[in-house]
């Protein structure tokens, strides 16, 4: 219940993952949206291709984060790079690496560049995600302060 409640900030918020696993893609959308998040499901890298090019010249953030599988960030390093070189607002979204510690050379170049702002391993347990969240609330430290009942400053009395 206290979990439930801590995470009431996330109503409504948005966010975008993307993987080519249909499994790992459900359990993920299904755990976001157990707490209230909007997600967007990307199985293919022309799919995330495309939502890039569709956000090219947005200047404000639309997504809490965004969740991509080593794979498809490698497939679309070329557009995002494109696309965050030209726009560099874009960046503001924090974006999640999922990926295997095997895998992380063929990636490491990626993650020089700085396109990632955290990185998880791939298929995240519930737990990791759930961490992952509370990280990206940028209110934590007042958090209690607005999820409790709100007290006056004066009070009058007759």
Not at 42 to 69: F, G, M, N, P, Q
Not at 80 to 90: A, D, F, K, L, S
Request: charged share 25%.
């Amino acid at each position: 219940m206290q979990q439930k409640q801590a995470l009431m900030w996330l109503k409504g918020r948005r966010v975008i993952v993307c993987d080519t696993d249909p499994v790992r893609l459900k359990r993920m959308c299904t755990f976001f949206e157990g707490c209230g998040v909007n997600v967007l499901a990307l199985k293919t890298a022309e799919e995330v291709i495309a939502e890039i090019e569709k956000h090219h010249y947005s200047t404000h953030r639309i997504y809490l984060a965004v969740l991509i599988d080593q794979s498809l960030a490698k497939a679309a390093a070329k557009v995002w790079g494109q696309v965050t070189h030209e726009n560099p607002t874009i960046l503001t979204t924090p974006v999640v690496l999922m990926r295997k510690e095997s895998d992380l050379p063929e990636v490491q170049s990626l993650i020089d560049k700085g396109y990632f702002k955290y990185q998880l391993d791939q298929s995240p347990s519930s737990k990791a995600l759930l961490r992952l969240l509370i990280s990206l609330n940028r209110w934590k430290k007042w958090q209690k302060e607005l999820s409790s009942r709100p007290h006056p400053s004066v009070s009058l009395k007759r």
